[in-house]
């Protein structure tokens, strides 16, 4: 979808409009029976859309009087925008010229959102495909329109890399992503191979990665945009488990087949990274991703093993289905050389979170201090990515106490989503914020803006959070 900013919609087979003046449409010509119906709606306060066949092409118009200065009201916006997009896929509008001012950022967002399509590997269907090729937005300001257009570029980027099958998108190739992205974007992008990552003794990452015939890599990625604060990074960690068969611990298969979503926290670091570096935004952020895929061959960890993660922490490993943990372990040891100020680890991390709250939000939990998470939720609501904080008390750490080793990796029925997190909080010495994105990170029906997919949930979030940390 390109995207563009244009000085009026005036001339467009498809304009959609946000609350035009019955004048500006009588002087447009439509007919008095079509500006009767608009004015009824307007009248009974009817939100959404209204969509007119008119002699100079589509015309769509909107009566929502929601605002940008709320939680609430930019949501319904985004919301509108993406009622919008249901109404040009029916119809098979490629092309719409949105004129929503002042709300057309937040409308196109909605529009934008719900338009994606994965559409890359159809081969012979391709051109059968309904695809929103252009939109144009309505406005003037430019600087603004750059830094939102570089935002859906990210989420964009997020939601492809989650939606690309392992066959498509292994270790390596995730890698090479991150690279090109880097090089496209203007941030620094360092892989490491699995000989630096057994002299840093990465037992996590290498536990998992040995029931596989494709090598793991740990990606740094760097930016520090002009105008930072002189002060330490906070570092995104992004789970990077490119394909999660469960291992040993195999999933039943129903389980299994959306399982290339289980490098969605990987796809949320990398899309914030180019929203963040492609804004220029004057942030200072390192991104981790610890990669590999969770698979079955001869030499493949079993339950029961222990491993020893890089900060010598040894792990009874008792699922290896819970493997995203233990490369999550040698990212956040990794994570204390930058002593970072804040660390955000995001993970499709346990059945346990999705199950609590559903695709609705994220789980959250962690020892960063209240401030920090005034400032999370503060662009939790207003991205509506929301956060559910969960407790963090060490009451759990009971649940992962092992006979033979340090920990376990592994607690029993309860509190699944917590005691993975207290795991996780073995390897930190740094306020740290932890985000299951278990639930909205991919999709099985549509919610909220999102078809079915991947999300690129927490790109928007962090990006948010950046920004305004960044103004504070
Ligand atoms: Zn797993």
């Given amino acids: 979808m390109k995207r563009s900013l244009v000085p009026s919609s005036a001339g467009a ?28 709606r307007l009248d009974r306060g009817v939100k959404g859309w209204m969509h007119l066949a008119t002699a100079n092409g589509d015309l769509l118009l909107a009566t929502s009087d929601a605002h940008t200065a709320t939680a609430d009201g930019l949501h319904a916006l985004r919301q509108l925008g993406a009622d919008l997009g249901g109404i040009l896929a029916k119809n098979k509008l490629r092309h719409v010229a949105l004129d929503a001012q002042p709300a057309a950022l937040t409308v196109a967002e909605g529009l934008a959102l719900n338009a994606y399509r994965y559409t890359k590997l159809f081969g012979t269907k391709a051109k059968d495909q309904w695809t929103l090729e252009q939109l144009d937005v309505v ?19 997020a939601r492809d890399l989650i939606n690309t099958p392992v066959l498509q998108l292994g270790s390596l190739e995730l890698a090479a992503r991150a690279e090109q992205l880097g090089a496209q974007h203007g941030f620094k992008c360092t892989v490491l191979h699995k000989a630096q990552i057994e002299a840093l003794k990465m037992g996590g990452l290498l536990g998992v990665n040995k029931g596989s015939v494709d090598p793991p890599v740990f990606i740094v990625l760097e930016y520090r945009g002009e105008g930072a604060p002189q002060e ?42 180019c929203a963040v570096a492609a804004a220029k935004l004057p942030v200072n952020v390192v991104g981790l991703i610890p990669a590999t895929d969770n698979r079955l061959n001869g030499n493949a960890l079993v339950p029961g093993d222990v491993i020893t993660i890089s900060n010598g922490v040894t792990v009874e490993v008792l699922n290896t289905d819970a493997e995203g943990r233990l490369i999550l372990a040698d990212a956040l040891h990794y994570a204390k050389k930058y002593q970072p100020k804040l660390v955000i680890d995001l993970a499709t991390l346990t059945g346990a979170a999705s199950r609590a709250i559903g695709p609705y939000a994220t789980v959250a939990m962690g020892t960063a201090d209240r401030a920090t998470w005034d400032a999370l939720q503060a662009s939790a609501g207003m991205t509506h990515e929301r956060l559910v904080e969960f407790p963090f008390w060490d009451d759990y750490k009971e649940l992962i106490k092992s006979d033979i080793a340090d920990i376990k990796n592994i607690g029993g029925a309860e509190a699944g989503m917590i005691t993975a997190g207290k795991f996780l909080e073995y390897f930190i010495d740094y306020p740290y914020v932890h985000l299951d994105i278990a639930g909205p990170a991919f999709l099985d029906r549509p919610v909220a803006y999102y078809g079915k997919g991947g999300t690129g949930v927490g790109v928007r979030l962090l990006t948010h959070f950046l920004t305004a940390q960044s103004r504070a």
């Avoid at 946000?18 to 004015?39: C, H, K, M, V, W």
């Avoid at 999660?244 to 969605?264: R, V």
Wanted: hydrophobic share 45%.
């Fill in 13 to 40: 087979a498809v304009r959609a409009v946000l609350r035009p003046s019955t004048d500006a449409l009588r002087a447009a010509g439509i007919e008095d029976s079509a500006l009767n119906a608009y004015q009824n």
């Fill in 139 to 157: 406005g003037s300001d430019s600087a603004e329109f750059a830094t939102w257009n570089a935002l859906m570029d990210g989420v964009t980027e």
């Fill in 232 to 273: 330490h990074p906070t570092v995104l960690v992004g789970k990077g488990v490119v394909y999660d068969t469960g291992g040993i611990s195999l999933k039943p298969s129903n389980f299994m087949e959306d399982m290339k979503c289980d490098m969605s926290g990987a796809a949320a670091v990398l899309g914030t990274f």
